[in-house]
């Protein structure tokens, strides 16, 4: 599983973007907070018979699920060539 001499590659970026909302009556602070998150593997090649040359390993590559993104899921429940969340 984690024994490819094969090279890969991901690039991702993160974007996020908090707006405060001011004090309630009932809330010292209220905050309205955005978050953007993808990847890509462009090394990713699907061969015909369904086989993936240089896909990153599930640990590196374009995943969802686990404690950062889709919590709701286990720890790289989907893994694919791009993401976004």
């Known amino acids: 599983m984690l024994d490819s001499s ?3 590659t991901v690039v991702d970026g993160e974007v996020d973007k908090y707006f405060s909302l001011g004090a309630s009556d ?3 602070q209220r905050v309205l907070a955005f978050d953007f998150w993808t990847a890509y593997s462009p090394t990713w090649n699907e061969k015909s018979n369904g086989d993936i040359d240089n896909g990153a390993p599930s640990f590196a590559g374009a995943t969802l699920g686990g404690l950062w993104r889709l919590r709701g899921y286990p720890t790289n429940r989907f893994s694919d060539k791009a993401a976004i969340y």
Do not use: A, D, G, I
Request: no cysteine; charged share 15%.
């Open 26 to 28: 009932w809330f010292r």
């Open 6 to 8: 094969n090279s890969w």
